[in-house]
DNA sequence: CAGTATCCGATGCGATACTG
DNA sequence: CAGTATCGCATCGGATACTG
């Protein structure tokens, strides 16, 4: 590693800590494993990480093997993969999410929503059911951010999923008007979709046949399935 | 937290991060893992972190909920335990370390031994069997350190290790030569504790019905059962 | 033994500006 | 789009000294 080596112990703990556990590292190998490989949609997903340090990260990430970085040299199409040890590291991230899924408070991260990661986190996890008609146009609009970002389209279209914030006048199927805390919530599975449609504080409109099963189009966060234990006893971090 | 958040995400993995990928955090973690509740023996097992950012982290892992500080009042016995929710973190500090144990290299790591630290560490997980006679002496002697660092002894008795570093005149049962490189990487599982016998880079005298179970009594890393990788596979970090 | 307060120096990191 | 170099400041953490 070119970076200082800080533990120095044998114990594989903590060799794995030297590199695992730097700033912002585990979040990257996070955004790969959701499907980033090029360098401006992983920093798309990091928006508070300067790009020079995901730079320095990555090429870190490189050199120890557990990234690859191909094409690099003719200017199309570099992208990041992970190598078989990288790949190997899925569980470790997994369970780490999963434990904070199930323990931590969610308070404190539901003030002050990036609108934009959040959008960006929902396009990549939307399904695009062979059942929807092509395209299919989802609207929708947060209620309670500045009217400039409040506005946002899913575009379904041939078996992909595109995510706008110009209004191209599209000829729109469904519209979700919710507050983005609720949102955020609802996709992370902290809270029940059906019954933030029964308490009024998500509208869904459009044809029925679409909106009945708007859940499973709109998809989830890939630790939604984790259940949080008791609000009493979750943990303040 | 008392320290200022820096990823700012809903993302569970984000917010478990911003205090687990703390520096030694895990290491604290392990530390606590491995069956240390006092200060000083987790700050024994993390020899080169110093006893006031020990003292922050504790603090810290208290406050979040992840640890519960008991008998901090009267001043004896005060100990360090897991909450429930930090008795949940054990998988995912597992699972690192087996990631690591499979594909790290290991000759970094086996460069400048802390002697007193893997003496410390192979204590803890030696194994009083009852078939032993009480008390039960072990001198080892590391024969490629300074001479002052050179003799340890494990001591056996009530069902019970101790550890000494001071010659108190032992009837020593078991002697065993071996240097503290070799030692490590049989205590890890990083090579076999027969073949080194074997190729005579472990000499252990004393009577038989002890030494050819040496390796159950002497013990091993927790994570020694996992294999490592193919050697040109391994990464270095 | 079991910590804690203070001080100050190293360095990690963000901001900015730049290149191909 | 895909990065990289430089600069300067903030903060992190080690050393030291201290307390109960």
Redesign the interface.
């Known amino acids: 590693?070119t970076a200082k080596?800080?533990?120095?112990?044998?114990?594989?703990?903590?060799?794995?800590?030297?590199?695992?556990?730097?700033?912002?590292?585990?979040?990257i190998l996070?955004e790969l494993l959701e499907g980033s490989t090029s360098f401006n949609d992983i920093s798309r997903g990091l928006p508070?990480m300067s790009r020079s340090l995901l730079s320095r990260r990555l090429k870190e990430l490189v050199e120890?093997?557990?990234l690859e970085h191909k094409n690099k040299n003719p200017d199309q199409n570099a992208q990041y993969t992970f190598t078989?040890?990288g790949k190997?590291?899925e569980?470790?991230?997994m369970?780490?999410?999963?434990?904070?899924?199930?323990?931590?408070t969610?308070e404190?991260?539901?003030e002050?929503?990036?609108v934009d990661?959040?959008m960006w986190?929902i396009r990549r996890h939307t399904n695009p059911l062979p059942f929807l008609p092509n395209p299919f146009i989802v609207h929708i609009f947060l209620n309670d951010v500045p009217e400039n970002m409040a506005s946002h389209w899913l575009v379904f279209e041939n078996n992909d999923v595109d995510l706008c914030h110009i209004d191209r006048n599209f000829d729109v199927d469904v519209e979700i008007d919710i507050g983005v805390r609720k949102l955020?919530k609802i996709w992370?599975g902290w809270e029940d979709f059906d019954s933030a449609i029964n308490d009024g504080e998500m509208i869904i409109e459009g044809p029925k046949k679409y909106t009945k099963i708007a859940s499973d189009w709109f998809g989830q966060?890939s630790?939604a399935h984790i259940k949080k234990?008791a609000p009493s006893?979750r943990?303040?971090?």
């Open positions: 590693m080596l800080i533990y120095r112990q044998y114990c594989p703990l903590a060799m794995s800590s030297e590199f695992l556990c730097q700033r912002w590292t585990m979040l996070r508070r120890i093997g557990v078989q040890a190997a590291l569980p470790v991230v369970i780490m999410a999963e434990w904070g899924q199930k323990w931590l969610v404190p991260s539901v002050n929503i990036d990661l959040l986190d955020t992370m966060s630790v234990i006893l943990l303040n971090y």
